[in-house]
């Protein structure tokens, strides 16, 4: 059964901290990972990943592909409190079918 | 605004009532989706409209019913719900022939069954 995990599944930092968000999965039929923000409704788009090593990176954020080992990182640097959110992983395993993790709740306090 | 627009915003609803959720896209996608998140379970794929035809996902119970009059517009409708159907209902649109950025997802309603 295809399955994306995430970790850790919440997360309480300070202001100005690193954090790194993982993703690992198991798809029979890899396609991309997606990375979201979800603020407070809609989860919004930060980063499409279909080739390994190859860093994506806007901004603060970045985030890079192991398709060896199955996993994804995102990384956050001097992280501020808007940055507070649900970070959503998801794989696309074919057609119309992406597949989500349950998230990673980061909270930033100033 | 994304240029994905759900409405209403909340919904409370008996397990007697009839409702529906309207989602529009402005996008000019040709595939739209609705996805149920409950707290601290992953996204749940619903059903997929593309070129206004559906991809369904088996598991999701008859009480829910979708309807894609057209490639903008996608409702889903709501009879007899229960208690654990409550969730964010999420649309989504996305463009099928260029994967590139995923979805574009709706606010969502906020579904309560009392």
């Known amino acids: 059964e295809d399955k994306v995990v995430q970790s850790p599944l919440s997360l309480v930092v300070h202001e100005g901290d690193t954090v790194t968000l993982n993703c690992s999965y198991e798809v029979t039929n890899f396609r991309s990972l997606l990375w979201y923000k979800q603020e407070k409704k809609a989860p919004t788009f930060l980063f499409m990943l279909t080739s390994s090593g190859i860093e994506k990176k806007s901004g603060r954020l970045s985030s890079i592909l192991d398709k060896k080992e199955l996993f994804s990182i995102l990384n956050i640097t001097a992280t501020q409190t808007g940055d507070s959110a649900v970070y959503l992983c998801a794989v696309e395993a074919g057609t119309y079918k992406y597949i989500f993790g349950t998230g990673t709740r980061l909270k930033v306090l100033a | 605004e994304t240029g994905v627009t759900q409405t209403p915003r909340h919904l409370v609803m008996g397990m007697t009532n009839k409702k529906s959720l309207k989602c529009e896209q402005h996008l000019g996608h040709n595939a739209m989706y609705w996805y149920k998140q409950s707290a601290k379970k992953p996204l749940e794929l619903m059903f997929v409209y593309s070129l206004e035809e559906r991809v369904e996902n088996n598991s999701v119970p008859s009480r829910f019913s979708p309807e894609c009059p057209n490639s903008s517009h996608l409702f889903l409708h709501l009879h007899t719900l229960q208690p654990e159907d409550s969730a964010l209902y999420l649309c989504?649109?996305?463009?099928?022939?260029?994967?590139?950025?995923?979805?574009?997802f709706g606010s969502g309603t906020r579904l309560t069954v009392v």
């Open positions: 989504a649109s996305s463009q099928m022939d260029k994967s590139n950025y995923g979805y574009t």
